[in-house]
């Protein structure tokens, strides 16, 4: 009689027949363990949004004036709020194609756990990641002298657009990685949904100094309304939501731009759940 054993790197991170909450803390403590396994992957990661901080955003502000009764430091740095998220979880993304490719999660399919839990913990860590990096964008954003208005309702709007957008992000990502093959197509995607609908979204100026046709495109995109809400959680600025909805009531618009964000939420995890599963059976 033979037998297949399962080396220990991999042993390890098969959850054994645990209830799904126990199942979720686990598998979501073994993909931060993969991410930031080490102090490079820690700081690597903040390099960007503290370079953003500390040079790029000082030095638009010397060279523009207040935007939509803020001044530029400040603009730009809750802007880039909404550059930092969406980059984070797409590159949370090449660890799964890496994972599927070399690491445990074929153990992880034949483990008795719900499928849908695995990318639900890829999530959570993505979350995680993504909030270490906005953080640090922040913190050092305030001691370069943006002016932040924080309160626990603002916060709060700030908070629930930073996790609609990195939900609706990490979905993408997740999508992409369980239909892509190899790394390095997978990159090659990143520029195009990270980067580039975030020039758009009234981060470095409003949307209504766009094109007619491209403010109205502007307008669907979810990283739109995130900044928007970003904007007036720590800023108080509802400039960018008025552009938006072009409503009176501020909290009205608010809702209904974290209404949007909660669809794109739900309906991308939807997807990649979906395409998880379809993947895993193959």
């Known amino acids: 009689m033979t037998s297949t054993a399962v080396p220990a790197s991999r042993a390890t991170a098969l959850p054994h027949a645990a209830p799904?909450?126990?199942?979720?803390?686990?598998?979501?403590?073994?993909?931060?363990?993969?991410?930031?396994?080490?102090?490079?992957?820690?700081?690597?990661?903040?390099?960007?949004?503290?370079?953003?901080?500390?040079?790029?955003?000082?030095?638009?502000?010397?060279?523009?004036?207040?935007?939509?009764g803020l001044d530029y430091m400040t603009y730009v740095a809750i802007g880039t709020a909404a550059l930092v998220v969406p980059l984070s979880c797409m590159q949370a993304g090449l660890g799964v194609i890496v994972d599927r490719k070399s690491g445990a999660q074929p153990d992880l399919l034949t483990a008795p756990i719900p499928r849908p839990l695995i990318v639900l913990a890829n999530l959570a860590a993505a979350l995680a990641a993504s909030g270490l990096q906005l953080a640090a964008l922040l913190a050092f954003s305030a001691l370069r002298g943006a002016a932040f208005h924080v309160t626990v309702a603002g916060f709060g709007w700030f908070a629930a657009a930073a996790i609609g957008l990195a939900v609706a992000t990490y979905g993408i990502a997740e999508t992409l990685a369980n239909r892509i093959g190899e790394e390095e197509e997978y990159v090659n995607m990143i520029p195009t949904i990270g980067i580039a609908p975030w020039f758009f979204?009234?981060?470095?100026?409003?949307?209504?100094?766009?094109?007619?046709?491209?403010?109205?495109?502007?307008?669907?995109?979810?990283?739109?309304?995130?900044?928007?809400?970003?904007?007036?959680?720590?800023?108080?600025?509802?400039?960018?939501?008025?552009?938006?909805?072009?409503?009176?009531?501020?909290?009205?618009?608010?809702?209904?731009?974290?209404?949007?964000?909660?669809?794109?939420?739900?309906?991308?995890?939807?997807?990649?759940?979906?395409?998880?599963?379809?993947?895993?059976?193959?």
Not at 34 to 53: C, E, F, M, Q, S
Request: glycine share 6%.
């Open 20 to 68: 799904p909450p126990a199942a979720l803390v686990t598998l979501t403590g073994r993909r931060l363990a993969l991410t930031l396994r080490n102090p490079r992957a820690i700081v690597l990661p903040l390099a960007t949004p503290v370079l953003i901080a500390v040079v790029i955003a000082p030095a638009l502000a010397r060279a523009a004036g207040p935007v939509s």
């Open 201 to 282: 979204a009234g981060s470095l100026f409003p949307i209504g100094y766009l094109p007619a046709w491209l403010a109205a495109i502007a307008k669907l995109l979810p990283v739109t309304h995130a900044v928007a809400l970003m904007r007036y959680g720590l800023a108080g600025s509802a400039a960018g939501l008025h552009a938006i909805w072009g409503l009176t009531d501020v909290t009205q618009m608010a809702a209904l731009s974290l209404l949007v964000l909660t669809l794109y939420a739900a309906g991308l995890t939807w997807l990649a759940i979906r395409v998880f599963t379809r993947t895993a059976l193959r």
